[in-house]
């Protein structure tokens, strides 16, 4: 067992951290949430990241993504997470997908991992991938912020939490997102993530988290098929 690892051991096993160096995630999205879960599941230890995001750096994200640099700024989002995940960890395979997912490509991209994390900010996006997830086969694990609040859920192939979630795909947001907003919710991402690479019970599937950190109010709503 690498040293870099001890202080995981207790909240998961020898068996289990050598696990995770076998499992491949796919983060769509590199901003406010991407790169917090990205961050999260390297330094636990996972084996594979695919970070995907054609999107590049504004001065706009500076207030809240942790890779927005001012001397980033300009830069593509999934190519500077790699050079700081690699920073982090030197064995690491992580591979960085200059490009936006859509419907042509999203299949080539996501498959062949054992979670996938949706970090993105438009709810067509998400609808397709998590139809694409279920096709592969792949558990999705959600999130999604907006100014002090945050929501999470896990999606096994065959659920109807987020299509249920997003019926009238009608977009939301218009709120800002304040600092602290996505690394609170990829905190979550990341733990259900692991959960679900662990093959660990008591997740967030077909219910969703909703948390509100202003008034520190936090639900769990069982999600129901429509």
């Given amino acids: 067992m690498n040293d870099r690892y ?13 696990l995770l160096k076998t499992k491949r995630a796919a983060i769509v999205g590199c901003g406010g949430l991407g790169c917090y879960v ?11 990241l695919t970070l995907i995001d054609g999107d590049v750096f504004t001065e706009g994200n500076l207030n809240r993504q942790l ?27 992580v591979e ?20 996938i994390i949706d970090a993105l900010d438009t709810v067509k996006m998400r609808l397709l991938i998590v139809e694409t997830a279920g096709n592969f086969g792949i558990p999705l694990v959600h999130g999604a912020v907006a100014g ?7 999606i096994f ?6 299509t249920s979630l997003y019926k009238k795909h009608s ?28 093959g660990r019970k008591d997740l967030l599937r077909n219910k969703i988290l909703m948390a509100d950190l202003r008034y520190n109010s ?8 429509e």
């Fill in 6 to 18: 001890e202080r995981n051991l207790g909240a998961v096993t020898e068996d289990e951290q050598e």
């Fill in 96 to 115: 960085a997908i200059d490009l936006f997912l859509d419907a042509e490509n999203a299949g080539l991209f996501l498959r062949g991992h054992d979670v």
């Fill in 157 to 162: 192939p065959g659920d109807f939490s987020l």
């Fill in 148 to 154: 002090w609040n945050a929501q999470v859920c896990t």
């Fill in 38 to 48: 990205a961050e999260f599941l390297a330094r636990i230890g996972i084996g594979h």
């Fill in 67 to 93: 890779y927005s640099l001012e001397n980033n700024l300009g830069k593509n989002k999934a190519k500077a997470a790699e050079k700081r995940l690699l920073e982090i960890r030197a064995d690491l395979s």
């Fill in 171 to 198: 977009e939301r947001g218009g709120r800002g997102v304040l600092s602290f907003t996505p690394a609170f919710c990829a905190s979550l991402q990341a733990a259900e993530a692991v959960k679900v690479l662990l």
């Fill in 218 to 225: 936090f639900e769990i709503i069982e999600m129901e098929e």
